[in-house]
């Protein structure tokens, strides 16, 4: 399993930015797929997973109605676009591969891409 | 959306069985899975399902979920098993993370 993360980087606030997530080594569309992110020093917060088909999504409080996951299996690809941002959104954001055909246990994970948020 | 609490720190001696928590009212309905994360690293998943070790993975991870209470027990811990851990569930298809517990080895 590969996931490589992409898009990151600095951005103003109220800006926006969209992640991209290649994968590779198993049946893409197979699985579901999770964004999670981490501020410096600071725990692991999940952010928005969708299931194997695009049926199931979900988001955290914190970025509903500001960010928008999408999948598109022909391309073994994950996206998240991120609008609206703020400097609390400053995380290195995962991609991770589920078990399950929908949102429940990460199995795998990228290296991650770094957004700053800052003026 | 409800909350998973851990312990911000654990210490433990090499050799001895280090137990890490995971509380939460709402567990007996749910599974509980739990990531390693070194220095530098993403987050490993250590146990799925409450107790369930992912493939290859040392026997000296193991875990449990009494309905209030998830643990992951580390036993005969190892230097390199300092790491912050992890436990998460989810619900309703959103996904919860707890606020992590340092483990120390010393």
């Known amino acids: 399993v590969q996931l490589e993360e992409s898009g990151g980087g600095l951005v103003q606030p109220g800006r926006s930015l969209r992640l991209s997530c290649a994968a590779s080594g198993f049946i893409f569309d197979d699985y579901a797929l999770h964004w999670v992110r981490q501020a410096p020093g600071k725990g692991l917060e999940w952010v928005s997973g969708?299931?194997?088909?695009?049926?199931?999504?979900g988001y955290a409080d914190s970025v509903k109605g500001r960010f928008t996951i999408s999948r598109d299996n022909a391309k073994n690809s994950l996206y998240l676009e991120m609008n609206s941002l703020r400097p609390e959104d400053t995380a290195l954001y995962y991609c991770?591969?589920?078990?399950?055909?929908?949102?429940?246990?990460?199995?795998?994970w990228g290296q991650g891409t770094l957004v700053t948020v800052s003026s | 959306s409800f909350d998973l609490t851990q312990p911000p720190s654990v210490s433990v001696s090499p050799g001895q069985t280090a137990s890490i928590t995971c509380s939460s009212d709402s567990l007996a309905d749910k599974y509980v899975c739990w990531y390693q994360q070194k220095p530098g690293q993403p987050p490993l998943l250590v146990i799925d399902r409450d107790n369930m070790r992912p493939s290859g993975f040392p026997e000296r991870f193991s875990g449990s979920n009494s309905g209030k209470t998830a643990t992951l027990t580390i036993s005969e811990t190892q230097a390199l098993d300092e790491a912050d851990y992890y436990c998460?569930?989810?619900?309703?298809?959103?996904?919860?993370f707890g606020g992590g517990t340092k483990l120390t080895v010393l």
């Open positions: 969708i299931s194997w088909n695009s049926g199931t999504i």
């Open positions: 998460q569930t989810w619900d309703a298809s959103h996904v919860v």
């Open positions: 991770a591969k589920d078990l399950y055909s929908t949102p429940m246990t990460l199995g795998s």
